[in-house]
């Protein structure tokens, strides 16, 4: 099975940067994107940015030209770095993916067949 583990959450100042990761680990051989989602307080969850195998990139509207979206084959790491932030941005942060294999056809799993289980972003104001 795979295991997806979030890390690198915490409480900032808006404008400050923070880097979240996520270590995955496993049967990964046929995993195929990735992507960071997120979940505010009393709102549904969002995509936040996802990542091809070949590396082509895709952020959400209210993230572009902040967030950066990157992989680490060698350490099957998958980063979010997040700049400037905001307080709008405060919510629970997971990692997802989807598998090759693995027939995903519950709409609130967004197609993702793993998920990790979450870091906590505090942007104050």
């Known amino acids: 099975q795979v295991q997806l583990v979030e890390s690198g959450g915490g409480l900032v100042q808006a404008g400050g940067s923070l880097r979240l990761s996520c270590v995955v680990s496993?049967?990964?051989?046929?995993?195929?994107?990735m992507a960071w989602y997120r979940q505010a307080p009393g709102m549904e969850r969002e995509l936040v940015a996802q990542i091809s195998v070949g590396g082509r990139t895709h952020f959400t509207d209210s993230v572009k030209g902040r967030f950066t979206i990157s992989r680490d084959n060698a350490k099957n790491t998958l980063y979010l770095q997040m700049n400037s932030l905001k307080p709008e941005d405060t919510a629970m942060y997971y990692c997802?993916?989807?598998?090759?294999?693995?027939?995903?056809?519950?709409?609130?799993?967004?197609?993702?067949?793993?998920w990790g289980k979450g870091t906590l972003v505090t942007v104050s104001s």
């Open positions: 997802a993916a989807s598998d090759l294999l693995s027939t995903v056809t519950q709409e609130e799993l967004h197609g993702m067949a793993y």
């Open positions: 496993g049967s990964i051989a046929s995993l195929n994107a």
